[in-house]
């Protein structure tokens, strides 16, 4: 069968998705609003071999086995029962995202999987279908459908919690300074930690309310070009998001001591007039929202509290491409 290729980007949740009423479906807590982002992409390729017993998936060259690998065939699989085959797939991703560090790159590819294998497999999904494909691999995949700013509604079953854009083309100075602590995978993969956090945060009803109080502010600091309610409203989200793992019983963390010396050095910028807010996904790096025009005396300060610094300058992103082939062109 052809080969279909599609690119997704990363997003970087603004208000958090973090537990699940539905563990199957995939059903959050919350609803969560994200800006998606250009640098980081995944591009996979996917078509259907009647020649295979088994599918073949591979990422950044390497055969996926165990947890991973069942991950990406629970996908395939709700697309074959969709598309009505019973033939295995061979998937080819490459992570342009360092993986498991807490810079979304589950969201990305689930999201290029669902994209890729749902047109190989003929199926012609409208955007809202393929954000529900995509959530049923990983969550914040659903809003990686859509460039820009997207939400992703809880909702109540399959068909409601689906995400859909909010401004998919940014036009205003807005731009995600990722600071990274570290590349490598986390001790405590995202799906553990938000269920440790739902189950045994004596803390984590409250926050599920908060979250979803935030919602309509949010939309309205976007609406308004609002950078610093925008920058208010996901620094305390998150900070708020991970108190609830603290507060677990066991406790676990994500933030390393590098961690909090990146939030401080942002809240001291913001003493000095620099409007620059942290928010933090399941991992060490930081992510400093700011305006474009800020990067120096932003890089200048981390620079001086931490001397080897690694920063990534992350702007608005666009939404899934997909495109016959094995290659994205351009």
Not at 306 to 320: H, M, S
């Amino acid at each position: 069968m052809e080969h279909f290729t599609a690119r997704a980007h990363t997003n970087i949740a603004l208000l958090k998705y973090w537990g699940k009423v539905d563990t199957d479906l995939i059903i959050p807590t919350t609803t969560s609003i994200s800006l998606t982002l250009n640098e980081f992409f995944t591009d996979t390729t996917v078509w259907f071999d009647a020649a295979l017993t088994q599918d073949e998936i591979t990422l950044d060259g390497q055969l996926l086995t165990g947890k991973a690998q069942a991950k990406v065939v629970h996908v395939l699989n709700l697309v074959r029962k969709q598309a009505q085959i019973t033939t295995f797939a061979h998937v080819n991703s490459v992570n342009h995202v360092p993986t498991a560090a807490g810079l979304a790159s589950s969201a990305s590819a689930f999201a290029a999987l669902a994209g890729a294998a749902s047109q190989a497999a003929g199926l012609k999904l409208d955007p809202s279908a393929l954000s529900r494909l995509a959530r049923r691999g990983s969550g914040s995949a659903s809003r990686s459908i859509f460039g820009g700013f997207a939400q992703w509604d809880r909702g109540h079953d399959d068909q409601t919690s689906v995400a859909h854009p909010i401004a998919e083309h940014v036009d205003w100075p807005i731009q995600l300074m990722t600071v990274i602590v570290s590349d490598q995978p986390k001790k405590i993969d995202s799906r553990g930690g938000m269920q440790n956090a739902k189950q045994n945060s004596p803390f984590y009803a409250a926050w599920v309310t908060m979250a979803n109080q935030q919602v309509p502010a949010m939309q309205q600091a976007i609406d308004n070009h609002d950078l610093v309610t925008l920058g208010e409203l996901a620094e305390a989200n998150a900070l708020q998001m991970h108190a609830q793992n603290i507060v677990a019983n066991p406790p676990f963390n994500y933030l390393t001591d590098t961690s909090w010396l990146i939030i401080n050095t942002a809240q001291t910028l913001r003493q000095q007039g620099i409007p620059v807010y942290a928010t933090m996904d399941a991992g060490p790096n930081v992510k400093l929202i700011s305006k474009p025009a800020d990067t120096a005396i932003i890089t200048a300060a981390l620079t001086s509290a931490i001397p080897d610094v690694k920063i990534q300058v992350a702007t608005p992103g666009p939404g899934i491409i997909i495109q016959t082939g094995d290659f994205i062109h351009d």
